[in-house]
T-cell receptor, first 112, second 117 residues
């Protein structure tokens, strides 16, 4: 009963390094999302994919790219990490018809 | 500008009493509202939701009330239990491009609920 799985759980990067956050869901959901959460803030949408083959920008897309690899997997890439991207990143999925999103446990990223 | 506001960063309630968490929104296009519960180092967990065509939804100890004219919703937890201590996020969505599912959720900043023994 895995649900939404995110890897890695923790990561430390130096400014300018790149990395990809991985997300996979086993609920056969069509839609997938990436959010970030900063201290004292709610979650903010970075990118989403309403269905396989489509991606769209959310509220805070700058500095990120995404790939919907297949129906199960949705990755988030930081090409050149900056300290402002230090955050906790959450992946979520939902059915196309439903508004209820199910979240992974998060990736805690520090950029030094 | 914040479209979903939770004005109380924290709330302390005695075990067994009622906990009331409040949320206000500004976007009239929002038509679906959700509450998520979050423990430290975990992802948010869906708790309860309500569609804009309803004014109340109940699930066990949890009830959500929606006042559309005031653009206000609240979550009631009765009775409050120690395991309810967590951060509660209010979230909202509008009908997306598909006419069905959400493009994404807009979250409030959260309220840290502390249940005192």
């Amino acid at each position: 009963n895995a649900g939404v799985t995110q890897t890695p759980k923790f990561q430390v990067l130096k400014t300018g390094q790149s990395m990809t956050l991985q997300c996979a869901q086993d609920m056969n959901h069509n839609s997938m999302y990436w959010y970030r959460q900063d201290p004292g803030m709610g979650l903010r949408l970075i990118y989403y994919s309403a269905s396989e083959g489509t991606t769209d920008k959310g509220e805070v897309p700058n500095g990120y790219n995404v790939s919907r690899l297949n129906k199960r997997e949705f990755s988030l890439r930081l090409e050149s990490a900056a300290p402002s991207q230090t955050s906790v990143y959450f992946c979520a999925s939902s059915t196309l018809e439903g508004n209820i999103q199910y979240f992974g446990a998060g990736t805690r990223l520090s950029v030094l | 500008d914040q479209q979903v506001k939770q004005n109380s960063p924290s709330l302390s309630v005695q075990e067994g009493r009622i906990s009331i968490l409040n949320c206000d929104y500004t976007n009239s296009m929002f038509d679906y509202f959700l509450w998520y519960k979050k423990y430290p180092a975990e992802g948010p967990t869906f708790l309860i939701s309500i569609s804009s065509i309803k004014d109340k939804n109940e699930d066990g100890r949890f009830t959500v009330f929606l006042n559309k004219s005031a653009k206000h919703l609240s979550l009631h937890i009765v009775p409050s239990q120690p395991g309810d201590s967590a951060v509660y996020f209010c979230a909202a969505s509008a009908i997306g491009w598909s006419g069905g599912g959400a493009d994404g959720l807009t979250f409030g900043k959260g309220t840290h609920l502390i249940i005192q023994p």
